[in-house]
């Protein structure tokens, strides 16, 4: 008997990347042209107590955007352009400025730590004094 009653091979579970490739077209992405984004980007989370891993989690589903390799680009490097060579409004110079600040932040504390509690700054500088103009006298 050959028929779609025939004795039919058993039926298999799709791979997992067969799902993927299939939910990316069902939601109008091509597989070939998109990529998995971190949002928030990974070096803008905070690490959590343990340091082992980022608070919200790196593999956390929630956080983990597919997104077309250009929007991908756009949101890692900033917007450019030809005329405008800058990474401003990526997440590049999210993760630059906020280490800058961390670091800034830090000497700050140092220097505020090491002061003794009512005691006076020093003084930087004095302004030199001049003396007065001497007019001369008429005659």
């Not at 791979?15 to 939601?27: D, F, I, S, T, W």
């Not at 991908?72 to 800058?100: N, Q, S, Y």
Request: aromatic residues 4%; glycine residues 8%.
């Amino acid at each position: 008997m050959t028929g779609p009653l025939s004795a039919a091979p058993k039926r298999k579970r799709p791979p997992l990347l067969v799902q993927l490739h299939a939910a990316l077209r069902q939601l109008g992405l091509e597989p070939d042209e998109c990529e998995l984004d971190h949002d928030p980007a990974l070096g803008i989370r905070a690490v959590n107590a343990d340091g082992t891993d980022w608070d919200p989690p790196q593999h956390d589903e929630r956080y983990l955007v597919w997104r077309p390799k250009r929007e991908h680009d756009v949101k890692t490097f900033g917007p450019g352009g030809e005329k405008r060579i800058t990474t401003a409004g990526g997440d590049i110079h999210r993760i630059a400025k906020l280490r800058r600040l961390t670091t800034e932040q830090e000497e700050h504390r140092r220097r505020m730590l090491g002061k003794e509690p009512g005691s006076q700054r020093p003084r930087s500088s004095r302004w030199p004094s001049r003396p007065f103009s001497k007019r001369k006298q008429k005659g």
